[in-house]
T-cell receptor, first 113, second 113 residues
Framework: AQSVTQLDSQVPVFEEAPVELRCNYS??????LFWYVQYPNQGLQLLLK??????LVESINGFEAEFNKSQTSFHLRKPSVHISDTAEYFC???????????FGSGTRLQVQP | DAGVIQSPRHEVTEMGQEVTLRCKPI?????LFWYRQTMMRGLELLIY????????DSGMPEDRFSAKMPNASFSTLKIQPSEPRDSAVYFC???????????FGQGTRLTVV
């Protein structure tokens, strides 16, 4: 079984400031890691994922996440946020058997002007 | 493709009534997932199907909940009888075989009064 911990339930940040959303996972087997984003009243959309290879993965809108196996972490970062990044962000894990995703509790990113 | 389609988007019902939530996955996707999202418990996996067969229903909270997938293009989640604590947003997601990304519908917001 896997579990995901997102320590920060809310992260307020000013526009153009950097941000880091933390994610730690627990698993006894190899895992795939994901970040999903949920805008208000919408479903979840995949932001980026780590399957294998390079531990640094990037999204098309400037987010990046680094897989750190020793620290069992997959923190999400962006060097400069925009108002439009305001949303809830979910870290998720699945075993490499590609079964269902287990989600963290989510972090609400609130970007202020 | 129109994506994963869920209906209704909103449902308000009285305690004790039967509620049926519907999902049409993306054509060609072999996996279908039902999740429930609440403030207290976050995103929980209820059940998932592979090729219309239920694989893991350990997340179904109790016998009042049931899910079916009579064919590759349709699934239902039924609650009978409904209770106020069932109030939540229910998401359906689908995923193609051999891929890792799950595509989510926009959810059904259920309110049981």
């Amino acid at each position: 079984a896997q579990s995901v911990t997102q320590l920060d339930s809310q992260v307020p940040v000013f526009e153009e400031a950097p941000v880091e959303l933390r994610c730690n996972y627990s698993s006894s087997v190899s895992v795939y890691l994901f970040w999903y984003v949920q805008y208000p009243n919408q479903g979840l959309q995949l932001l980026l994922k780590y399957l294998s290879g390079s531990t640094l993965v990037e999204s098309i809108n400037g987010f990046e996440a680094e897989f750190n196996k020793s620290q069992t972490s997959f923190h999400l970062r962006k060097p400069s946020v925009h108002i439009s990044d305001t949303a809830e962000y979910f870290c998720a894990v699945s075993d490499t058997g590609r079964r269902a995703l287990t989600f963290g509790s989510g972090t609400r990113l609130q970007v202020q002007p | 493709d129109a994506g994963v389609i869920q209906s209704p988007r909103h449902e308000v019902t009285e305690m004790g009534q039967e509620v049926t939530l519907r999902c049409k996955p993306i054509s060609g996707h072999d996996y279908l997932f039902w999740y429930r999202q609440t403030m207290m418990r976050g995103l929980e996996l209820l059940i998932y199907f592979n090729n219309n067969v239920p694989i893991d229903d350990s997340g179904m909270p109790e016998d009042r909940f049931s899910a079916k997938m009579p064919n590759a293009s349709f699934s239902t989640l039924k609650i009978q009888p409904s209770e106020p604590r069932d109030s939540a947003v229910y998401f359906c997601a689908s995923r193609p075989r051999g891929d890792t990304e799950a595509f989510f519908g926009q959810g059904t917001r259920l309110t049981v009064v």
